[in-house]
């Protein structure tokens, strides 16, 4: 397959840790890296690799993967953190790239 | 740091080609280690690659649009161009251009450009 599956939207209470999943049988053999991107503004890397953060990126963003899943997990939500979230990897042929579906993440 | 800024026309008719270029700045396009590619984004919708180009010139597109894209290089303006042939409404979009960090098991997309609102009307 090459595609990449998020879960269209999910809520996180302030404070609250939330998790989001990306599925894609190419993410067996590469790491998903994930974008965060506010209305109007251009996508921001947040993860890439096994677990790195950019500089300037807070720590409470983190990531993980098992199997053909790869995981954003926030970790106590700030209202700033609400926006939309793709991931993105190779496809199966490991020639071109694709992104995720994405994932709008609202803080309550 | 280095810092990427799209160009090019706002509006582009039916049929005809869309054409965007890419700046460079803070960091040479030739100095290797990366690509540098196009991606888009149709109003309300996700992001969708286009390709990406070495400073080689080595290219490689998105399946669904490689009949109708070229992606190229000009190393001495610091520059990458797309060129999108026969677009259509469907081709209206934020047009970004970033950079392309590869490894063994992993890419990902830093830093972009802010992108540029291409819409196709006649």
């Known amino acids: 397959s090459s595609e990449l599956t998020q879960d269209p939207a999910v809520s996180v209470a302030l404070g609250q840790t939330v998790r989001i999943t990306c599925q894609g049988d190419?993410?067996?053999?590469?790491?998903a890296s994930w974008y965060q991107q506010k209305p109007g503004q251009a996508p921001v890397l947040v993860i890439y690799?096994?677990?790195n953060r950019p500089s300037g990126i807070p720590d409470r963003f983190s990531g993980s993967s098992s199997g053909n899943t790869a995981s954003l997990t926030i970790t106590g939500a700030q209202a700033e953190d609400e926006a939309d979230y793709y991931c993105?990897?190779?496809?199966?042929?490991?020639?071109?790239?694709?992104f995720g579906t994405g994932t709008k993440v609202t803080v309550l | 740091q280095v810092q990427l800024q799209e160009s090019g026309p706002g509006l582009v008719k039916p049929s005809q080609t869309l054409s965007l270029t890419c700046t460079v700045s803070?960091?040479?396009?030739?100095?290797?280690?990366?690509?540098w590619s196009w991606i888009r984004q149709h109003p309300g919708k996700g992001l969708e690659w286009i390709g990406y180009?070495?400073?080689?010139?080595?290219?490689y597109y998105n399946p669904s649009l490689k009949s109708r894209v070229t992606i190229s290089v000009d190393t001495s303006k610091n520059q990458f161009s797309l060129k999108l042939s026969s677009v259509t409404a469907a081709d209206t979009a934020v047009y970004y251009c970033?950079?392309?960090?590869?490894?063994?098991?992993?890419?990902?997309?830093?830093?972009w450009g802010q992108g540029t609102l291409v819409t196709v009307s006649s």
């Open positions: 180009i070495y400073y080689s010139g080595s290219t």
């Open positions: 690799g096994k677990n």
């Open positions: 190419s993410l067996r053999s590469y790491y």
């Open positions: 993105n990897s190779r496809d199966s042929s490991g020639n071109h790239l694709i």
């Open positions: 803070g960091g040479s396009i030739s100095s290797g280690g990366y690509y």
């Open positions: 970033a950079r392309v960090n590869p490894d063994f098991e992993s890419d990902w997309f830093d830093p």
